[in-house]
């Protein structure tokens, strides 16, 4: 076949229509999409710090207190890249019944699908990419100029743990959580100004002994809640959740997939 045979089909618009259904970090807005013309950017990470007061000074004196200028670390990298190639062969629609339909199959079918395919395993690679960010601390970035992508290095702090038995029945669920928040705030510095919110993640198994904790529960049935749904609030992960966590300003959300007894909280 001659070049001139082959049509071009932009699909762009159509993918960026479509949206990425049930990704939870996707969908959260935690990460906002920006178009790059560049395998190439470059970006600013803010290091002030500044946590300190200051004080009085004569009125009519000529002493001098200073601020600590905030500072920008620029730190340049690669982004990796993603390809697929469908194939679509005449056997995928001659003869082929449209699924729902009586009518026959045609090649434009057949394309619409692969694409779709193409467009959804793009959000699951990017609910990854997403979740090695924020929880691993490490993304791989294959063949690009730095392979494996250490936050640790990049931004000079590591990531922070604590720990709570909550199989022991005298532990406080509730101060523990809130101790995770003074602990992000402290760390944010002079950032903490602009913090809106933090987000708490959790697996199954470490949301699953969260909520069903003596103090846990003793906070619903005895915090307000009406004791016509209590029943159904303790069924409930979204109004456990919520209402639990609203409290100490933080939001909550479970993450499937993970196995083990953990959680991470983000800013």
Not at 58 to 63: A, D, I, N, P, Q
Not at 92 to 109: C, H, L, V, Y
Not at 234 to 261: E, H, I, K
């Amino acid at each position: 076949m001659n070049i001139s045979d082959y049509n071009f089909v932009d699909f762009s618009d159509a993918f960026e229509d479509s949206g990425i259904r049930k990704r939870l970090l996707t969908q959260m807005g935690l990460f906002q999409p920006y178009g790059h013309s560049s395998p190439n950017f470059s970006f600013d990470i803010n290091l002030g710090n500044d946590q300190n007061n200051a004080d009085p000074v004569m009125r009519h004196g000529s002493e001098w207190d200073y601020t600590v200028r905030s500072l920008a670390k620029l730190q340049n990298m690669e982004l990796p890249h993603w390809a697929f190639q469908d194939a679509v062969r005449p056997a995928m629609w001659q003869g082929k019944r449209r699924p729902g339909s009586a009518e026959q199959m045609t090649a434009e079918d057949v394309i619409a699908d692969l694409g779709m395919n193409q467009r959804l395993k793009q959000g699951r690679i990017q609910e990854k990419y997403f979740a090695d960010c924020l929880f691993h601390n490490n993304v791989n970035a294959k063949f690009t100029q730095e392979e494996q992508v250490d936050n640790q290095v990049i931004v000079g702090k590591n990531q922070q743990t604590m720990n709570i038995d909550l199989g022991d029945a005298t532990s406080d669920p509730d101060t523990f959580v809130m101790k995770v928040q003074r602990t992000i705030k402290k760390e944010l510095g002079d950032r903490a100004d602009f913090l809106t919110k933090i987000v708490c993640f959790a697996s199954p198994d470490y949301f699953d002994a969260f909520r069903s904790h003596p103090k846990v529960r003793e906070v619903i049935l005895n915090g307000g809640v009406d004791g016509a749904v209590v029943e159904h609030v303790m069924g409930s992960y979204g109004a456990v959740l919520a209402y639990l966590f609203t409290r100490t300003g933080l939001t909550a959300s479970v993450l499937p997939g993970w196995d083990n007894l953990s959680s991470r909280c983000t800013p």
